[in-house]
C-alpha cells in the first residue's frame, strides 16, 4: 500500500502545478459576537462555485461534530447562533458544497476567561551552549513562566541518542504524575527520524526515515525499529534499516500528548553567524516579540505558486487558518520575499515546487540569509524542505533572520491555527494538527494525516496577540506586608493580575481572582522566610475576527530576600497549693492567649494567674504572636488541691444576705463546732476573731468593725481552711 500511495503523489505532483484557484477550496471564516444576550455570528466569504454550505459546531474539546446546524443557501454567507453562553470556547465548520469541496473552520467565544496557567513545559536544551548563552536561557525560562508555564528544563548532548533523549521525556513526565504538556528542543537536540515514506512524493530519491520530533512528542505510542529497509534516498541521513536508531513508522502510532517545537540552528553554513550567534539572535528576537517590543501588523500574505494541484489545494491551509485570526480582508495574495521586505506581516505562508534549500516562487536559503524578513509566523510547502534537518534547510533559514519566530510545513497534511483567534499558543495548533483525522478537521489525501515528520520549528508558546507587559516591578517589605509597585503598561485600558511564587507546587498561584486598575498591591501577612518570588501581567479584554477573550501579557518579577523577625513562644510557670503563676519569655509577640486546660479561663494578659479547683493534670498552652504570625508553646501540670484549700467546699459554707448592710449569718452544712472565724479588711487587718459554735453564727454590723467595702472571712477547722468573700454596702 505505501509503495502504491507514494506513486500516486509523485504522479500527481508532476501532472498538475496550476490549477483551480486555492480559494476555490476554503471558507474564509470570521464572527461577530454579542452579549445580553448572547450570540456568535458566524460569517464567511462567498466562494467560488459554492451551490450550499453546511454549518457545524462543537465545544473546542470535543471530537466528534455530530449533526449540521444548518444548510444554507448559496446566497447565505453568515450564520447566527444564539445557543451560547459567554465564556464557553465554540468551534465552527463551514463546509462548502459545489464544484469542489472546501472547509472553514472557526474557533469563536464571547469573552473568554483568561487562561493563567499553561500547564508544564520541559525545556531540552543542547549543553553546547548552557554556558555561552546563560543569559539567554535564563530569559527564555522567565518569559515562558511569565506566559504561564511552569518550566522544568534539562540538558542533552547532541550526540546522544533519540532513545536516550525519550527516556529522560518520559522520566519527567513520569516525575509530574503524567501532567507534562509541551516540550521545547533548543539547539542540538538529537533528532529522532522515522519512517519510510516520501510526503512530497519523490519516492526516486526522498522515500525513507524524515526528522520526527513527534517521537518526542507521543509518550505512549509504539515506536520500533526492525522493518524499514530503504537506502534509495540520494542523502544516506535518510536511510532506514533495521536496527539502526531510526524508527519505522511512517504515520503516527498514537495521539501525541506533547506540544512540542524546536530551534536548531546547525548545520546551516549559508549564514555568517555562528550555530551559537544565530541561537542568541533568535532568543532575543523571541524576547523582544514578548515584551511587545517587535510590532507587527494583524495582515497575512499568501504566496501561492502551486494553484489547486488537484485538489490538494496547499495554500488553502493558509487561506482558511489565517481568515478568523485577522479577518478575511487582511489576507492578501503577495510575493513571500517582497511583501516582508517593506512591510511586517503577522502570518505568511507560500508554497512552490522546492529542494532543500529553495521553494520556486518564495526564495532560497541564500537570499533569505541576506533578508531581514519582518513576519512572526509562517508556514511553508514545496518539496524535500519539509525534511527540515537538512544542511541550510529553508524552513528553519527562515528563523535565522528578520523576526520570523516560527515555520511548519504545511500542505501534506495541512495545519490548523484558527485556534490562536481566541488566545491560543502555537503549540496547542502543533498538537492538534499532528492529532488530526479528517473527521476533525478536512485535510485533502486524507491518509497523509498524522504523518510522523510533522514538526513546528520555533518556540511552542508563542501566541499571537500580544500586550505589552508593565515593567519595574518592585517588591518592598514592611515588617509584616509586601508593597508591590510597577509601571504601568503602555497598552490603554489594561488591568493587572498578581502571582506569587510557591515553592512547593513549583508553580505561580493568583493572588487577586480579579482584575486590578492600579499599579500598586498590598499583600498582606505574605511573606515567607528566604525569597520571596512575585509576578505582575497585564489584562485586557480583546476584541479578534474570532470573539473576545480576556487576554494575557508575559509576566514581569521582582523578589525579596526577607529574614522575619518571627515570634517565640515560651514561659515558665510556678504553683503554689492550686493557684498557677506564669513568667511570659516570649519574643517579638504583641498578642498573647493562654488555655489553662481545665475549661475555666482563657486569659490574652501577659503574665495571667490562675487557680484550679480540682486536681489533675492540665495543658497549659501559650499562642504568641503579632498581626501576621504566630508560634504556639505547651507544657504539662499536675495539680493537686490539698485539704485545707477545700473546706468551704467539702463543708458547704455560706454567707448571706452578701452584700450586707446591718447583718449577715455564716451557715454550714455540717457542724463547725470550735471552728475559728477571723475577719479581715481589705488592707489585710484582722477585725475580729470568734469560734464558731454550731451550723450558724450571727453577726451584727458595727462601724469600728465593718466599713464599706471588701472583706475577707477565713474559717479554720480541723486542719482545714477556706476563705469567704464579703461586702458591706
Known amino acids: 500500500m505505501k509503495i502504491i500511495l507514494s506513486i500516486f503523489l509523485f504522479i500527481f505532483s508532476i501532472s498538475f502545478s496550476i490549477g483551480q484557484s486555492t480559494t476555490d477550496y476554503a471558507v474564509q471564516t470570521w464572527a461577530e459576537i454579542e452579549t445580553s444576550p448572547a450570540k456568535i455570528t458566524v460569517h464567511w466569504k462567498p466562494v467560488n462555485g459554492a451551490t450550499q454550505y453546511q454549518v457545524y459546531r462543537k465545544i473546542k474539546t470535543g471530537n466528534s461534530w455530530g449533526s449540521s446546524l444548518a444548510t444554507l443557501d448559496s446566497s447565505v454567507s453568515s450564520f447566527e447562533d444564539v445557543e451560547v453562553i459567554e465564556n464557553v470556547s465554540y468551534e465552527y465548520k463551514i463546509e462548502k ?3 469542489v469541496a472546501g472547509f472553514g473552520y472557526i474557533n469563536a467565544g464571547i469573552e473568554i476567561l483568561p487562561e493563567h496557567f499553561k500547564g508544564n513545559l520541559l525545556l531540552l536544551i543542547d549543553d553546547s551552549f548552557v554556558t555561552s548563552l546563560e543569559p539567554e536561557i535564563n530569559q527564555l525560562k522567565q518569559d515562558l513562566v511569565g506566559d504561564g508555564w511552569t518550566v522544568y528544563s534539562s540538558t542533552v548532548h547532541r550526540d546522544s541518542s533519540a532513545a536516550f533523549v525519550k527516556q529522560l521525556i518520559l522520566d519527567q513526565d513520569a516525575a509530574l504524575l503524567n501532567k507534562l504538556d509541551a516540550l521545547f528542543c533548543l539547539g542540538r537536540v538529537p533528532v529522532p527520524y522515522s519512517g519510510n515514506y516520501a510526503a512530497d512524493g519523490h519516492t526516486n530519491n526522498h522515500e525513507g526515515a524524515w526528522p520526527s520530533d513527534t517521537y518526542y512528542a507521543d509518550l505512549d505510542g509504539t515506536w ?15 536511510h532506514n534499516i533495521p536496527g539502526d536508531g531510526k524508527f519505522d513508522q511512517s504515520f503516527l502510532p498514537s495521539d501525541v500528548e506533547l506540544q512540542i517545537g524546536r530551534v536548531d540552528f546547525s548545520n546551516m553554513p549559508a549564514f555568517a553567524q555562528s550555530e ?12 523582544a516579540y514578548k515584551m511587545g517590543e517587535i510590532k507587527v501588523q494583524m495582515k497575512a500574505i499568501i504566496d501561492d505558486n502551486f494553484g489547486g494541484f488537484n485538489g490538494e489545494a496547499f495554500a488553502a491551509s493558509g487561506w482558511k487558518s489565517f481568515a478568523p485570526l485577522i479577518h478575511p480582508d487582511n489576507v492578501k495574495s503577495e510575493d513571500y520575499r517582497t511583501a516582508m521586505d517593506t512591510a511586517s506581516y503577522i502570518w505568511s505562508y507560500g508554497c512552490g515546487g522546492g529542494s532543500y534549500t529553495s521553494c520556486s516562487g518564495v526564495g532560497t536559503t541564500n537570499a533569505i540569509a541576506e533578508d531581514s524578513l519582518q513576519g512572526v509566523f509562517s508556514a511553508l510547502f514545496g518539496s524535500y524542505f519539509g525534511d527540515w534537518d537538512a544542511s541550510n534547510n529553508l524552513m528553519r533559514a527562515t528563523l535565522a533572520q528578520g523576526t520570523i519566530l516560527t515555520n511548519c510545513w504545511s500542505g501534506r497534511p495541512h495545519w490548523y491555527f484558527h485556534h490562536m483567534g481566541l488566545g491560543e499558543n502555537i503549540g496547542y495548533s502543533t498538537k492538534v494538527s499532528m492529532n488530526n483525522t479528517t473527521t476533525r478537521y478536512f485535510t485533502p489525501l486524507g491518509f497523509l494525516a498524522r504523518f510522523s515528520g510533522m514538526g513546528l520549528m520555533g518556540d511552542p508558546s508563542l501566541r499571537m496577540y500580544v500586550l505589552t507587559p508593565p515593567s519595574n516591578l518592585v517588591a518592598t517589605f514592611d515588617g509584616e506586608d509586601m508593597q508591590l509597585e510597577w509601571t504601568a503598561s503602555t497598552d490603554p485600558g489594561v488591568g493587572y493580575y498578581v502571582y506569587e511564587y510557591d515553592s512547593v507546587s513549583n508553580a505561580y498561584f493568583l493572588r487577586n481572582d480579579e482584575p486590578i486598575f492600579t ?6 501577612c505574605a511573606p515567607i522566610e528566604g525569597l520571596n518570588s512575585y509576578m505582575v501581567r497585564a489584562t485586557k479584554l480583546t476584541n479578534t475576527p474570532s470573539g473576545s477573550f480576556h487576554n494575557l501579557s508575559t509576566g514581569i518579577f521582582a523578589t525579596e530576600e526577607i529574614n522575619l523577625n518571627l515570634p517565640t513562644a515560651d514561659f515558665t510557670i510556678s504553683i503554689n497549693n492550686g493557684e498557677l503563676t506564669t513568667e511570659n519569655l516570649s519574643i517579638n509577640s504583641t498578642n498573647w492567649l493562654w488555655d489553662f486546660g481545665d475549661g475555666s479561663m482563657i486569659s490574652t494578659e501577659f503574665e495571667p494567674t490562675h487557680t484550679y479547683t480540682n486536681s489533675g493534670t492540665f495543658e497549659v498552652l501559650l499562642v504568641a504572636g503579632n498581626n501576621c504570625f504566630t508560634e504556639e508553646f505547651e507544657t504539662s501540670v499536675t495539680i493537686t488541691i490539698s485539704k485545707t484549700a477545700n473546706l468551704i467546699t467539702d463543708a458547704g459554707i455560706s454567707i448571706y444576705p452578701n452584700p450586707m448592710t446591718d447583718v449577715f449569718k455564716i451557715e454550714s452544712e455540717i457542724p463547725l463546732t470550735g471552728a475559728e472565724v477571723l475577719i479581715y479588711d481589705s488592707f489585710g487587718r ?13 453577726f451584727r454590723s458595727h462601724p469600728d468593725l465593718f466599713s464599706s467595702g471588701i472583706h475577707f472571712i477565713r474559717i479554720n477547722h480541723e486542719g482545714k481552711s477556706g476563705v469567704l468573700r464579703l461586702v458591706k454596702m
Open 97 to 99: 458544497l459545489g464544484n
Open 224 to 238: 520500533t525499529d526492525v522493518t524499514a529497509n530503504n537506502v534509495t534516498a540520494s542523502q544516506t541521513r535518510t
Open 276 to 287: 551559537e550567534e544565530l541561537l542568541r539572535q533568535y532568543l532575543q528576537k523571541n524576547h
Open 519 to 524: 499599579t500598586n498591591f498590598n499583600i498582606e
Open 686 to 698: 484582722l477585725k475580729l476573731q470568734q469560734k464558731f459554735s454550731d451550723g450558724v453564727i450571727d
